[in-house]
């Protein structure tokens, strides 16, 4: 039995010794080094570029927009973003050239002696002024990206009923992904072809913007995953920008060229999560229970399309929260701005919604009088019900016992009585509980499965092994193991007779992105299924040498009857001797009645919900105004752990990140301009900062997951940054609206506080 | 310039500018490449190395600085191919996940456990607030040293 244990890490050994591989490890015969020339001004256009006539440019390679073969665009949803900049600067650090040297020293050097001028315009750089419309527009009339209208029920009518309407802003910031391994990426140039490796989650998203770049068939560009030092969604759409440079470079110089980004470009240039403003109008019976809701979402998406259709998607869906309201019209829009293209960050719009659904539960619990506790109860979803979009929750539902299990680890009830009437201590530190209550669809949303059809296989080698064919990538989150685990479960043989092959456009099947908390319950039940198909294969040839119909494969023999026939290394060799190579691709498709209607943004947006919910025990001192998170529980509904150590690890780190959210991470602008783009001044949570956690899995099974997984990737980002949040209106009577609560912010509420008082 | 001094127990002798970090030094001359760069400022610990006994971020000191001292990095902490318990317990607690920072880790953990074989929490916090982990929430990290110390 291979699921549901703790199995070491595939790839562990290799990561506890330094003999890992990262892409800034790799060193090639001939390789050059590469770096990106960015404009520096937030909005305007190139007027001219010269390079120094007195440097010796002989060593250096240089390339611009002309150089590139096929069209000048980043391939994602809209052909909008170029890949080097033409005339037109749309965000401070755009690229703009590429330069590469023998050394980074010569590289650096030779980017000291390059001159850009411009002639700027006036930037948009707020989601206010992308919908003041009072300067040059960006994007299309509007600046408006993209929009949604979820509309349920009637909100006239509920707010008819309504015995109360409550109404509430909350502001999302900007965050950094920050994995510790910076972006980067070689290039090696081949005859008509191009290899490129490096730091990435979704090797396809990488070859099918290289294939149009340069104009390449399918079999000419190969793109190889290098172990890579975190994603968090930071590495899901930009490293095709960072690819089709070190690509282009490499092209023209007809040798390898490395680009590793030091953490000011990366911290500067890469993507980021949208930063939002979210409104609720809440109309609610005197008991609680909500009759209407209107919910207007308005995220930053920066410069270009990119991700944020889909970002403002996933916003949309989930901003009720895990809530009944038969009544509900959901608006929103993203915008365009001259800051760097928001995009990838994991919960992919959900953590901004979060944070504006549970304080707007706080804030009406608050005006009612009643506890917030009670609240929720009274309105959470649960099996039977139906979410905003009109879907009916049929299975795996794990709502009410992960509120259950984290009030009563927590003693949530007992913790809330005790502060609420506590006097502050002799230091002058007051201590408060929050409770947060959230979901996450797993998978793409909507159609987007169906469509994507999502590839992965297994082969049976001669060496008696099973070894995975995925395009997924393992990035920390322990994909490599769990597909090994999901595999040997399947097929009935040792963890260890299973291995990856490690994603390679040449060698393994589109499986979609890593992203969306799909590699698992998606990706993972494909593997699945492809194993099946394997070991039937394998059934129908052991029944056919044996005479054995019955025979079975457990435990690494096949066996019929009591018998044991044969063991599966033995049967393995043999049937690839005679058949050739057993290779078993298995695609995935929606579970039976999914239905998503695309026009009306109705029906099941997922296939399930992944349920979360979160206390947070807060220390605030109120002299300094300084929050200290002493401890947070939480349970979590992930449906099967294939691995529970693994995905108890997977809940801790996303719930420290959404402290990090909620607490400390915050972008200092000036003019389109990141001005801390240095871990020395973007501060993300150390050791000290973390707060001891007590996680709970719960285990929902889901019927359509392989051995009854869902997602959990993503869902621990939800529910850190409202629990703390309210945790600090328990300790201080201080209501936040806007993340990070820094001491500042802190104090400005407080102030409200007093002055309303 | 020639600078020698002594890595994982081997003397090594390298020629290189005075100033060039200790980091560089390392992954490209001696083609020890566990020890990472993160951020190039001494905030992140990736590139944690021990110095005669004590934890360095290797990007802030130039080659000349380190002469006939004795360093440790993460490749020497396995023998024979043999992980350390150190190693064993971040494998088995879960204490690794991208992997980026844990050489790193291993390091600061490695120094804290030869001054202080019996670390509370506490300490535990306190000796690898140095070093950032963006995957674990030091959940894991914490559990892997307690575990090593145990077994000390």
């Known amino acids: 039995m291979a699921v549901g244990q703790n199995v070491l890490r595939k790839e562990g050994y290799e990561k506890l010794t330094g003999a890992a591989r990262y892409i800034d490890d790799i060193t090639l015969d001939g390789m050059m080094y590469g770096k990106t020339i960015r404009a520096k001004i937030a909005r305007g256009r190139i007027t001219s570029v010269s390079f120094d006539a007195g440097f010796d440019w002989s060593r250096i390679v240089r390339c611009d927009c002309r150089d590139i073969p096929g069209k000048n665009y980043v391939l994602l949803i809209e052909n909008d973003q170029p890949l080097l900049v033409e005339s037109e600067v749309r965000h401070y650090d755009e690229p703009v050239l590429l330069i590469a040297a023998d050394t980074r020293a010569e590289v650096e050097e030779a980017a000291r002696h390059i001159r850009i001028e411009y002639e700027e315009k006036e930037p948009i750089l707020t989601i206010e002024q992308a919908l003041a419309g009072e300067r040059e527009v960006l994007y299309g009339a509007d600046n408006v990206f993209k929009r949604f209208l979820i509309a349920r029920g009637d909100t006239d009518e509920g707010f008819a009923q309504a015995d109360r309407i409550i109404e509430g802003e909350y502001r999302v910031p900007h965050q950094e992904q920050l994995y510790i391994e910076p972006q980067g990426m070689i290039a090696i140039p081949g005859d008509g072809s191009l290899t490129v490796m490096g730091s990435m989650q979704c090797p396809y998203y990488v070859h099918k913007a290289i294939k149009q770049l340069f104009n390449l068939p399918d079999e000419r560009a190969i793109v190889i995953q290098t172990t890579t030092g975190g994603g968090f969604g930071g590495k899901e759409e930009y490293p095709s920008t960072i690819a089709a440079h070190a690509a282009l470079l490499a092209h023209k110089a007809r040798r390898p060229v490395k680009i590793i980004y030091d953490r000011a470009e990366d911290i500067s240039a890469t993507t980021k999560r949208h930063p939002g403003i979210v409104r609720h109008r809440t109309g609610v019976l005197s008991n609680g229970r909500l009759v209407a809701s209107e919910i207007d979402i308005v995220l930053d998406g920066g410069a270009y399309v990119t991700l944020t259709p889909v970002v403002l998607s996933r916003a949309s869906i989930h901003a009720l929260g895990p809530y009944r309201c038969d009544n509900v019209r959901i608006t929103a829009r993203a915008v365009a701005t001259n800051t760097p293209p928001n995009g990838a960050f994991r919960g992919f719009g959900a953590p901004q919604v979060a944070f504006a659904y549970e304080m707007q539960m706080e804030r009406i619990a608050a005006e009612l009088g009643i506890d917030s506790l009670e609240l929720r109860r009274l309105n959470m979803l649960g099996e039977g019900d139906i979410t905003a979009t009109g879907q009916r929750l049929t299975w795996s539902v794990g709502a009410q016992d992960v509120m259950n299990e984290a009030v009563s680890r927590s003693r949530y009830v007992e913790l809330k009585k005790d502060a609420g009437a506590a006097p502050a201590t002799a230091d002058n530190k007051r201590r408060g509980v929050g409770l947060a209550f959230f979901f996450h669809g797993a998978g793409f949303t909507g159609s987007g499965e169906a469509r994507m059809k999502a590839a992965a296989g297994i082969e049976i080698t001669a060496e008696g092994r099973a070894r995975v064919l995925a395009g997924s990538t393992e990035i920390g989150q322990g994909t490599q193991t769990i597909f090994c685990q999901i595999v040997a479960e399947e097929l009935g043989i040792a963890f260890d007779q299973v291995e990856v092959q490690e994603p390679d456009t040449s060698r393994v099947p589109d499986s979609g992105p890593t992203v969306a908390s799909r590699t698992c319950m998606v990706v993972g039940r494909v593997v699945q299924m492809a194993a099946r198909d394997a070991k039937q294969r394998l059934l129908s040839f052991v029944a056919e040498a044996f005479g054995a119909p019955e025979a079975e494969l457990i435990e690494g023999k096949f066996v019929a009857g009591g018998r044991e026939l044969a063991e599966f290394t033995d049967v393995a060799r043999d049937y690839v001797e005679q058949n050739g190579k057993l290779v078993a691709i298995a695609r995935y498709a929606s579970p039976p009645g999914v239905e998503w209607d695309e026009d009306s943004y109705s029906g099941d947006a997922y296939p399930v919900f992944s349920w979360g919910a979160e206390v947070a025990e807060v220390e605030v001192d109120m002299d300094t105004f300084e929050v200290t998170v002493l401890k947070i529980t939480t349970a979590q509904d992930i449906g099967r752990a294939i691995h529970p150590l693994l995905a108890a690890g997977q809940i801790e780190g996303g719930t420290l990140q959404a402290v990090g959210y909620g607490l400390l991470e915050e972008l200092v602008w000036d003019r389109g301009r990141i001005v801390n783009n240095r871990l020395t001044n973007y501060i993300i949570p150390t050791s000290l900062d973390a707060p001891e956690m007590e996680t709970v899995i719960i285990e929902k099974e889901y019927p359509h997951g392989p051995f009854g997984a869902k997602g959990v990737g993503e869902l621990p980002m939800n529910g850190a940054a409202p629990a703390i949040a309210a945790a600090v209106f328990n300790a201080t009577g201080a209501f936040v609206t806007e993340i990070p609560i820094t001491p500042e912010r802190l104090q400005m509420a407080l102030e409200k506080k007093a002055v309303k008082e | ?152």
Request: hydrophobic content about 40%; charged content about 25%.
């Open chain 2, 1 to 152: 310039m020639s600078i020698q001094f002594q890595v994982n127990g081997t003397a090594r002798e390298v020629d290189a500018p005075p100033m060039k970090r200790l980091l560089d030094v390392l992954r490209e001359d001696l083609r020890l490449t566990g020890t990472k760069e993160g951020c190039g400022e001494g905030e992140c610990g990736a590139c944690s190395v021990i110095i005669d006994g004590e934890v360095i971020n290797s990007c802030l000191v130039p080659v000349c600085q380190v002469a006939q001292t004795r360093i440790i990095t993460v490749e020497g902490l396995a023998s024979d191919g043999e992980l350390e318990p150190l190693q064993r317990a971040f494998l088995e607690c879960g204490g690794a996940q991208c992997g980026i920072c844990t050489p790193g880790m291993l390091i600061a953990a490695r120094a804290l456990l030869d001054m202080n074989s019996q670390p509370t929490r506490d300490e535990i916090k306190e000796a690898i607030a140095g070093n950032l982990c963006r995957c674990t929430g030091y959940v894991k990290i914490i559990d892997a040293i307690e575990q090593a110390s145990k077994e000390n």
